[in-house]
Protein backbone atom coordinates (compact mmCIF):
# COMPACT_ATOMS: atom_id res chain seq x y z
CA UNK A 1 0.00 0.00 0.00
CA UNK A 2 1.57 3.37 -0.99
CA UNK A 3 1.97 6.09 1.82
CA UNK A 4 -0.23 8.75 0.28
CA UNK A 5 -3.00 6.29 0.78
CA UNK A 6 -2.69 5.23 4.21
CA UNK A 7 -1.54 9.15 4.86
CA UNK A 8 -5.66 10.26 3.80
CA UNK A 9 -7.02 8.07 7.19
CA UNK A 10 -4.63 11.02 9.54
CA UNK A 11 -6.54 13.53 8.21
CA UNK A 12 -9.11 14.76 10.50
CA UNK A 13 -13.00 15.42 10.42
CA UNK A 14 -13.40 18.69 8.79
CA UNK A 15 -10.25 19.14 6.83
CA UNK A 16 -8.82 18.55 3.61
CA UNK A 17 -5.73 18.71 1.84
CA UNK A 18 -4.18 19.27 -1.30
CA UNK A 19 -2.55 16.88 -4.18
CA UNK A 20 0.88 19.00 -3.58
CA UNK A 21 0.67 18.55 0.38
CA UNK A 22 -0.25 14.73 0.04
CA UNK A 23 2.93 14.31 -2.84
CA UNK A 24 5.51 16.04 -0.63
CA UNK A 25 4.86 14.15 2.71
CA UNK A 26 4.54 10.70 0.94
CA UNK A 27 7.62 11.73 -1.59
CA UNK A 28 6.10 11.57 -4.75
CA UNK A 29 4.63 14.29 -7.19
CA UNK A 30 0.78 15.58 -7.30
CA UNK A 31 0.73 14.00 -10.52
CA UNK A 32 1.19 10.35 -9.01
CA UNK A 33 -0.95 11.46 -5.91
CA UNK A 34 -3.59 12.02 -8.33
CA UNK A 35 -3.65 9.23 -10.26
CA UNK A 36 -3.92 6.96 -7.15
CA UNK A 37 -6.61 8.80 -5.70
CA UNK A 38 -8.32 7.82 -9.21
CA UNK A 39 -7.28 4.25 -8.57
CA UNK A 40 -8.34 4.08 -5.25
CA UNK A 41 -10.71 0.81 -5.01
CA UNK A 42 -11.76 1.74 -1.52
CA UNK A 43 -12.68 4.99 -1.17
CA UNK A 44 -14.56 4.15 2.16
CA UNK A 45 -11.38 3.11 3.67
CA UNK A 46 -8.81 5.42 2.28
CA UNK A 47 -11.01 8.38 2.21
CA UNK A 48 -9.55 10.29 -0.94
CA UNK A 49 -12.50 12.72 -1.25
CA UNK A 50 -10.37 14.66 1.22
CA UNK A 51 -7.63 15.46 -1.46
CA UNK A 52 -8.43 18.85 -2.70
CA UNK A 53 -6.41 20.90 -5.38
CA UNK A 54 -4.03 23.58 -3.91
CA UNK A 55 -6.20 26.43 -5.19
CA UNK A 56 -9.26 25.60 -3.22
CA UNK A 57 -10.91 23.80 -5.92
CA UNK A 58 -12.91 20.31 -5.19
CA UNK A 59 -11.63 18.33 -8.30
CA UNK A 60 -12.99 15.94 -9.73
CA UNK A 61 -13.97 12.12 -7.80
CA UNK A 62 -14.01 8.97 -9.60
CA UNK A 63 -15.75 6.95 -7.31
CA UNK A 64 -19.80 5.94 -7.55
CA UNK A 65 -21.30 9.52 -7.57
CA UNK A 66 -18.52 11.60 -9.09
CA UNK A 67 -18.01 15.44 -7.62
CA UNK A 68 -21.34 15.50 -6.56
CA UNK A 69 -20.68 12.59 -4.13
CA UNK A 70 -17.66 14.35 -3.06
CA UNK A 71 -19.18 17.56 -2.21
CA UNK A 72 -21.36 15.84 -0.40
CA UNK A 73 -18.56 13.79 2.03
CA UNK A 74 -16.97 17.18 1.84
CA UNK A 75 -20.31 18.66 3.62
CA UNK A 76 -21.02 15.87 5.29
CA UNK A 77 -17.52 16.10 7.09
CA UNK A 78 -18.30 20.03 7.92
CA UNK A 79 -16.81 21.47 5.35
CA UNK A 80 -18.13 24.63 3.56
CA UNK A 81 -18.11 24.97 -0.33
CA UNK A 82 -18.44 28.10 -2.08
CA UNK A 83 -18.58 28.87 -5.54
CA UNK A 84 -16.61 25.39 -6.03
CA UNK A 85 -13.75 25.99 -4.02
CA UNK A 86 -13.41 25.35 0.08
CA UNK A 87 -11.35 27.77 2.31
CA UNK A 88 -7.94 27.58 3.41
CA UNK A 89 -8.64 27.19 6.97
CA UNK A 90 -9.72 23.71 5.96
CA UNK A 91 -6.85 22.86 4.70
CA UNK A 92 -4.39 20.01 6.86
CA UNK A 93 -0.93 20.03 6.78
CA UNK A 94 0.91 17.19 8.02
CA UNK A 95 4.08 18.63 9.51
CA UNK A 96 1.79 21.24 11.54
Known amino acids: MHRALLLLKKIPKGKVTTYKELA????????????MMACNKEPEKYPCYKVVHASGAVGNYSARGGK???????????IEIKNGRIEKKYFWLFNQ
Not at 24 to 35: C, F, K, Q
Not at 69 to 78: Q, T
Request: charged share 35%; aromatic share 0%; proline share 4%.
Open 24 to 35: LVSGTGPRAVGR
Open 68 to 78: KKKILLLRKDG
